[in-house]
């Protein structure tokens, strides 16, 4: 199970801090992903970090300005999301990935939180 939370109101060229709380696996052997969707727009990656958090992706939309983390102690993953913009605005979902090759897409998570909503004013 996972549960997203820390999502919120924030003014644009602000920040805000993602969490994902696991539970029931072995969290350490799920590479651990972001993605969000705004209204009406499909799901999109927004970054991933791998199992032991040695390596980390990220969309270019979000580049130097996300980070993702995680605490395999405390079974728990982070975003830390910098200069927000109003088209960061979205609902933003973790979700968990079991295969050996870390990946983006979306079809290939296996497990997903229930979303948390940012919303970024201008």
């Known amino acids: 199970q996972l549960q997203a939370s820390g999502g919120g109101l924030v003014q644009a060229g602000g920040s805000l801090r993602l969490s994902c709380a696991a539970s029931g696996r072995t969290f350490s052997n799920y590479h651990m992903g972001w993605f969000r969707q705004a209204p009406g727009k499909e799901r999109d990656f927004v970054a991933v970090?791998?199992?032991?958090?040695?390596?980390?992706y990220y969309a270019d939309s979000v580049k130097d300005r996300f980070t993702a983390s995680r605490d395999n102690a405390r079974n728990t993953v982070y975003l830390q999301m910098n200069s927000l913009k109003p088209e960061d605005t979205a609902v933003y979902y973790c979700a968990a990935d079991r295969s050996a090759v870390v990946g983006t897409r979306f079809s290939r998570y296996d497990y997903w939180g229930q979303g948390t909503l940012v919303t970024v004013s201008s």
């Open positions: 970090i791998t199992r032991s958090g040695g390596n980390t």
